[in-house]
């Protein structure tokens, strides 16, 4: 019963590049949520997805950033012309349903770059 | 605007003694929490919950205790074993809320000696 899964673990990036960050997560939940964490910080929501759908993307910068969430394949957060700023890490995490006392699993991350 | 913090940045206990790591939270409509241990390069994971309409939920060495009034949690474990050295983090969700988001305070890090 894998977990969720993230890749990839590692990314290194040069300012202006592109990143594409890949979740899939736990078998049977198809809700997933990305959350980043900067150093020294806790996670902070970025984006709520549901397959084809974008529920909460408030978290999200307006600009660069963008995910997804395909009817076949993983969830994808990509950040587009990439700054320094936008190093940390990006954790997914994923939940059979969004009650209220749903519990979320998260993935082991993807630690961005910018160099 | 941090709605959920953890004013305690370390921890350290002696192996076998009680641990508590403490949480506030300022929004009046958070009705569900978390607490989850996080080891360095690995992604959280989920210790134990407890919603609001409870005071106390245990799951053996663990035990979380609310008190709305305060807007205090508290973690405890018991007894503190050397591999519960983690960063342990709190989080909330909003009352009536099915979006899901969770609001995650900074982080406790606990550290367990022999």
């Known amino acids: 019963n894998a977990g969720v899964m993230q890749n990839p673990r590692h990314l290194v990036r040069r300012r202006g590049q592109e990143a594409r960050l890949r979740c899939s997560p736990m078998k049977g939940h198809s809700h997933v949520y990305w959350y980043r964490q900067l150093p020294e910080e806790g996670l902070k929501f970025m984006v709520y997805?549901?397959?084809?759908?974008?529920?909460?993307e408030s978290g999200m910068p307006k600009e660069r950033f963008s995910a997804e969430f395909p009817k076949e394949g993983p969830s994808i957060l990509r950040i587009q012309q990439v700054v320094r700023g936008d190093s940390a890490a990006y954790f997914c995490a994923s939940s059979p349903q969004a009650d209220s006392t749903d519990t979320q699993y998260f993935g082991p991350g993807t630690r961005l770059t910018v160099l | 605007d941090q709605q959920v913090k953890q004013n305690s940045p370390s921890l350290s206990v002696q192996e076998g003694r009680i641990s508590i790591l403490n949480c506030d939270y300022t929004?009046?409509?958070?009705?569900?929490f978390l607490w989850y241990k996080k080891y360095p390069a690995e992604g959280p994971t989920f210790l134990i919950s407890?919603?609001?309409?409870?005071d106390k939920n245990e799951d053996g060495r663990f035990t979380v205790f609310l008190n709305k009034s305060a807007k205090h949690l508290s973690l405890h474990i018991v007894p503190s074993q050397p591999g519960d050295s983690a960063v342990y983090f709190c989080?909330?969700?909003?009352?009536?809320?099915?979006?899901?988001?969770?609001?995650f305070g900074r982080g406790t890090q606990l550290t367990v000696w022999p």
């Open positions: 407890i919603s609001s309409i409870k």
């Open positions: 929004n009046s409509m958070f009705d569900y």
């Open positions: 989080a909330a969700r909003r009352r009536g809320s099915t979006l899901g988001r969770l609001y």
């Open positions: 997805l549901q397959k084809e759908n974008i529920i909460d």
